[in-house]
């Protein structure tokens, strides 16, 4: 069975990395399903890509699957991306490929552009053993999630915003042990990427003193 849809990375800052194979796909594809079509036409653009471009995210995806699922089986070949990064992967995806599956509609997910390895890596801490957890719950259920991670053994990696991260990091104080070390990398791919690494006390101070801008991968070591 042919591949009929595509779940393609796109680059997470810096627009060199996306694959050979990426490229292709969005060439051929009938059409390009996009979580920001801004977004995604600044990348056509940049790669003279001159392809049709379809909203599908968040607020749409529940309605939108059933049209793309009916697309997909009358023989159109699809290609899927969010803003950056992999589909799905704290992104609109999941329901898609869900659905295809029920379907039995042959998909791939290609490899790609991702900051949590990136972040996991520069942290230095350990990366035989790790969990991704996302983004924490901003109220309910959070408690429990940073209770989760004070007692988890293997490395933790989290999402986190800019509008957030001092937050987090406060919360971090107080469960963790005062020398169970953290990482925290912004702007990963980007002129201003940097990765800090110490105590969470150590950590926060820092990012009091400069700026929080961009997008936050969090790592922590297991207990």
């Not at 591949?3 to 694959?19: A, F, H, K, S, W």
């Not at 959070?142 to 990091?169: C, D, P, Q, Y």
């Amino acid at each position: 069975m042919s591949t009929q849809l595509y779940l393609v990375p796109t680059p997470i800052g810096n627009m060199e990395d996306i694959t050979l194979r990426a490229l292709r796909i969005l060439k051929e594809a009938d059409y390009v399903l996009a979580e920001d079509t801004r977004q995604t036409k600044k990348l056509l653009t940049h790669y003279e890509i001159d392809q049709k471009v379809v909203p599908f995210h968040s607020h749409n995806e529940h309605k939108m699957k059933g049209k793309v699922v009916a697309d997909l089986q009358a023989g159109m070949r699809l290609a899927l991306v969010s803003d950056a990064g992999t589909p799905g992967i704290s992104d609109p995806g999941f329901l898609l490929a869900r659905a295809c599956r029920e379907a039995h509609i042959s998909f791939t997910t290609l490899p790609g552009a991702t900051a949590v390895i990136p972040a996991l890596v520069n942290s230095g801490l350990p990366c035989e053993k790790f969990v991704f957890e996302g983004f924490l719950p901003h109220k309910k259920g959070r408690k429990t999630g940073l209770e989760k991670i004070a007692n988890e053994e293997r490395t933790v990696v989290l999402f986190e915003s800019t509008h957030r991260i001092l937050k987090l990091l406060e919360e971090l104080c107080t469960i963790l042990d005062e020398q169970r070390q953290i990482s925290v990398s912004r702007e990963l791919t980007k002129i201003y990427e940097e990765t800090v690494t110490d105590t969470p006390q150590a950590v926060l101070e820092y990012f009091k003193q400069h700026p929080t801008k961009g997008e936050f991968v969090v790592v922590i070591a297991g207990k």
